[in-house]
């Protein structure tokens, strides 16, 4: 990871001069922005800053809960807080006579960025978008720490089916399946969507209390963490036999899913591969029940760019990590998708979460 944290300053030091800023600027304030300042230095607390200067000297501002930490985990000068991470930084910065800085205006309190830049007497640019672009591109360890999350989700999820049956509410499900991710080496992802029945005509249906019922079948998207990294899947299963019409929808929504991922190489248009599946629905006369976007990008964060949708034509890249989730959800009956994630290469694209099939689970 040192290696990776080297190439990341450099380049972002690079920008720097491209852009005649002094230096850039990443605040994590109790856990808001931990993301940028893992990234840049490798550090995976919640709280501190970092400056990294346009010769490519990068200095990590922790306080005592995190020095050691931050010595074990980051290849920059670690910075011991006299009064608070932002005022030290601001007097650094004021005695180097720093006169431009880069911050992510999106990503930091604006009382935070007030308190910086009068101290510092500097002048401040939104550089976001320097650091979305360095993130969009994953490396290779990148890859494989949403390849081991992928893993720990897929045996997690195998774990938690067979411990699973009729008459088991849904939080207890989500619970479980948690655990297991936590029981693989994993942490859980985000908040996980557990939609069984009826319900699953929800897109984004949480959880709840409503027992699984046998003959139901419930659509569950969850992620796994390892190492700061997302996997991004859903899966779908019944309890016994479910509804023939179930079996009939899953397998249009694979063929659409399989149809779309076929298309995903650098230089395709998300837009494309959208309409790719959406054209799936559409011959089958389900088109109106195809209502979100195909997929996104994520790795950090759960939403980065690009998007593969209709009302983005972002181009795909060698490099970018997306989803393709192409779902159907119909009033009355209820709803489906089907996620995996992919890295895009130059030549096609490879599917992360390989290791849990495509079927629709029966238990």
Known sequence: MCDNILRRTEELAERLRERRADAFVAIADEGANWESLFYLSGFRGTSGALVVYSDGEGELYLDGRYSAQGKEQSSHRICGIKEGAVKDAAEELKRRGVEKILCEEEKTFHRTWEELLS??????????EIIRELRRKKD???????????????KAFIDTLAQSGAGMREKEFEALLNYNICAAG?????????????????????????????GEWVT???????????CDITRNFSIGEPNPEARALHSLIAKAHGEAATMLRAGVSGMAAHEKAAGI?????????????????????IHEAPCLSPRRNDSL???????VEPGLYIPGFGGMRLEDDYLITRDGAERLTADLPQEFFSI
């Open 220 to 230: 569950v998207d969850f992620g796994a963490r390892w190492n700061g990294y997302f």
């Open 317 to 323: 890249r060698d490099g970018d990590v997306v989803t």
């Open 281 to 301: 629905f559409r011959a089958a006369g389900k088109e109106e029940y195809f209502t979100h976007s195909l997929g996104h990008s994520f790795g950090l964060e």
């Open 119 to 128: 101290l510092s007497g500097a002048q401040a640019e939104d550089g976001g």
């Open 186 to 214: 994993g942490a859980p992802g985000f908040d996980m969507i557990v939609a069984s029945g009826l319900r699953s005509v929800m897109p984004h249906g949480r959880a709840s209390d409503k027992p699984m019922e046998r």
């Open 140 to 154: 290779d360890g990148e890859i494989r720490a949403i390849k081991k999350a992928a893993a720990i989700g897929a």
